[in-house]
Nanobody
């Protein structure tokens, strides 16, 4: 059974940093592209960033570019989202997702999803 488990969320002041982790099990992690999405109350799910199977290719949404960095460690079956210079508008539930083919920002192409972790940024 495939499981994606996010961790690392919490409450932080504006300008602060958090590092989210997503531990995967039940799949051959190195064969899956990974993505991070977020959803704020009353808003649609938003793509944050994606990373290729090897980690050699990454893509970040313009809203987080230069502040957030996605990375992965295939030996640990884990994908990370380093979030710096956080803003109140970054407040959302953050989800990781896995796709066997490069899915980019298209959430419907991701096959597996985690339960999410709450990130709250206070002003």
């Amino acid at each position: 059974q495939v499981q994606l488990a996010e961790s690392g969320g919490g409450l932080v002041q504006a300008g602060g940093s958090l590092r989210l982790s997503c531990a995967a099990s039940g799949l051959t992690f190195s064969k899956y592209a990974m993505g991070w999405f977020r959803q704020a109350p009353g808003k649609e799910r938003q793509f944050v960033g994606g990373i290729s199977w090897s980690g050699g290719g990454t893509y970040h949404d313009d809203s987080v570019k230069c502040r957030f960095t996605i990375s992965r460690d295939n030996a640990k079956n884990t994908v990370y989202l380093q979030m710096d210079s956080l803003k109140p508008e970054d407040t959302a539930i953050y989800y990781c997702a896995a796709a066997q083919t490069w899915a980019g920002s298209t959430w419907a192409k991701y096959e597996y999803w985690g339960q999410g972790t709450q990130v709250t940024v206070s002003s």
